[in-house]
């Protein structure tokens, strides 16, 4: 499977796994000509913007392990970008959603900022 794809299979398990929990997927893959945003969800008044990392082993590290300071940077500006594009200004929080395995079983969400 192609890269392309399998992050759309991984992002598409994330964001169903995130609606049986509860919330409310806004957007998926959102963009502009700078940033992008992998899922852009809202739970409880909170807006959350999902960074989707898959792996199909740890052999090269964990998923969430490939955001870097310098990624981390890339998706804050992205949020500030789409805050006020949307004239949100309530609260947010960004998550690394970590997906690995061949059958795309294992998900790990964790909060990163």
Not at 12 to 41: S, Y
Request: aromatic share 8%.
């Amino acid at each position: 499977m192609a890269t392309t794809a399998l992050g759309n299979k991984a992002e598409a398990v994330v964001a169903r796994l995130l609606h049986e929990q509860g919330f409310e997927i806004l957007t998926r893959n959102w963009k502009t000509k700078i940033c992008e945003i992998d899922i852009v969800a809202k739970h409880n008044k909170v807006i959350y913007f999902i960074e989707v990392k898959y792996r199909v082993s740890g052999e090269q590290g964990s998923g969430l392990e490939h955001i870097t300071p310098r990624k981390l940077n890339q998706i804050k500006f992205a949020v500030r970008v789409w805050c006020q594009a949307n004239n949100w200004h309530g609260d947010c929080r960004i998550t690394g959603a970590e997906i690995s395995g061949p059958e795309f079983k294992n998900v790990e969400l964790v909060e990163i900022d």
